[in-house]
Nanobody, 124 residues
Framework: QVQLVESGGGLVRTGDSLRLSCVASGSTTGAYAAAWFRQAPGKGRSFLAA????????YYATSVQGRFTISRDNDKNTVYLQMNNLKAQDTAVYYC?????????????????WGQGDQVTVSS
């Protein structure tokens, strides 16, 4: 069992940057894939980025490629999402996800473990 806790969200202005963190605890030995998703009000959960544990290969949704960067520090069991040039449409609850199957997958259903979510609000 893996527990995930996100932090770093908040209220920012258009054009600002934020870095979200996701700390994993529990059965974190071995490589595992991690990903970030978000869910805006009234919408489904959408994929943003994923990173493999074995080689840190990254995958991005087209909508955020170039603005968002996913990274990880395996020594700290932490995954990050650096978000730059934030826009009002980035307002959402951001979720960290992880799975022992070490692959960069895009579907939320492929991830067994989830954090509680962290609100990001971008005001114009």
């Amino acid at each position: 069992q893996v527990q995930l806790v996100e932090s770093g969200g908040g209220l920012v202005r258009t054009g600002d940057s934020l870095r979200l963190s996701c700390v994993a605890s529990g059965s974190t030995t071995g490589a595992y894939a991690a990903a970030w998703f978000r869910q805006a009000p009234g919408k489904g959960r959408s994929f943003l980025a994923a990173i493999r544990g074995s080689d840190s290969r990254t995958y991005y949704a087209t909508s955020v490629q170039g603005r968002f960067t996913i990274s990880r520090d395996n020594d700290k069991n932490t995954v990050y999402l650096q978000m730059n040039n934030l826009k009002a449409q980035d307002t959402a609850v951001y979720y960290c996800a992880a799975d022992a199957f070490d692959s960069g997958r895009y579907a939320a259903a492929e991830y067994a473990y989830w954090g509680q979510g962290d609100q990001v609000t971008v005001s114009s």
